[in-house]
Nanobody, 120 residues
Framework: QVQLVESGGGLVQAGGSLRLSCATS????????MGWYRQAPGKQRDLVAT???????NYADSVKGRFTISRDNAKNTVFLQMSSLQPEDTAVYYC??????????????WGQGTLVTVSP
């Protein structure tokens, strides 16, 4: 069983910064890719950023230059440093991991979501 626990969301003024964390726990798995998605009210869930096991990153155009994804492999944790936040960044942010499990193969898991609210 794999569990993800997110933290770091909250209320911030436009132009401010927040750092999200997502810790993965469980046993008998190897983490492959990790990432963050977000879902604004009334909208679909969209990709924010991903990072591979080798450290290669990918960002949505809307966050390039403002957000940075990173990971601590020793702690099975992924981070999202968000800067120059704007009201349009307001959303529930979800972390996701792709793990490789023995006899099962690749499976993806999601966190419970953390709310980020950016006030004008």
């Amino acid at each position: 069983q794999v569990q993800l626990v997110e933290s770091g969301g909250g209320l911030v003024q436009a132009g401010g910064s927040l750092r999200l964390s997502c810790a993965t726990s469980g046993s008998s798995f190897v983490i492959n890719a990790m990432g963050w998605y977000r879902q604004a009210p009334g909208k679909q869930r969209d990709l924010v950023a991903t990072i591979t096991s080798g450290g290669s990153t990918n960002y949505a155009d809307s966050v390039k230059g403002r957000f940075t994804i990173s990971r601590d492999n020793a702690k099975n944790t992924v981070f999202l440093q968000m800067s120059s936040l704007q009201p349009e960044d307001t959303a529930v942010y979800y972390c996701t991991v792709v793990v490789i499990m023995p006899k099962v193969g690749a499976m993806d898991y999601w966190g419970q979501g953390t709310l980020v609210t950016v006030s004008p």
